[in-house]
């Protein structure tokens, strides 16, 4: 049995209204979003990491053979009358170019001299383009005396293959075989301190 309601003038009826109809709750007025808000509530992850001076030596042996090829490749240029005469195979034979022929009649000199002779400008550009970018940073690794090793014997041994493998008497030049002991020497000391430079080196 349900109450009558008041009449539509008494104010005991719009309390009796209030009690029954329940309105929405009003929505609060969205905010403006910035990043810089969502910045500060993430927390900043923790910098653990530790920098480490890695004591190093100032290059000798790289600029100075990096001078000595630049410098005979200028000299064979004026010589040649050209640029290009680096890349005629009688003067780069005069100069000591690897042939296995001469090798064989014991100029075995030719497999050091060759090291330092290159056939065309891009030829010495892209040889003393790495020997400067590799050489400075390991020679200052390493130190002088390893690194003038490790050039030595690295520019040998890849005279020495391409005397087992190039044909007989065609010349053979270029810091090519010493490049590529550079970079392996470079390779195996990041590897060997893998743990001071981590993953990325």
Do not use: C
């Amino acid at each position: 049995m349900y109450a009558p309601l008041p009449e539509p003038d008494d104010p005991a009826r719009d309390n009796v209204l209030e009690r029954t109809i329940l309105a929405p709750p009003a929505t609060p007025p969205a905010s403006p979003f910035y990043i810089g808000d969502m910045r500060a509530a993430t927390p900043r992850s923790v910098d653990t990491r530790v920098w480490l001076k890695v004591p190093a030596e100032k290059p000798f042996f790289t600029p100075l053979l990096l001078g000595m090829i630049v410098a005979i490749f200028a000299v064979m240029s004026v010589v040649g009358g050209s640029l290009d005469a680096t890349e005629n195979p009688a003067l780069l034979v005069a100069w000591g170019a690897k042939v296995n022929g001469l090798v064989y009649q014991g100029e075995w000199w030719r497999l050091i001299t060759s090291t330092f002779l290159h056939g065309g400008l891009l030829h010495l550009f892209l040889n003393g383009s790495a020997l400067y970018f590799i050489g400075m940073d390991l020679e200052g690794f390493l130190g002088k005396a390893r690194f003038f090793a490790i050039y030595f014997i690295s520019a040998l041994g890849g005279s020495v293959a391409s005397f087992i493998s190039s044909p007989f008497n065609i010349p053979g030049v270029g810091a090519s075989g010493a490049i590529f002991g550079l970079v392996g020497a470079l390779a195996v000391y990041f590897g060997l301190n893998r743990r001071l430079f981590g993953r990325i080196g």
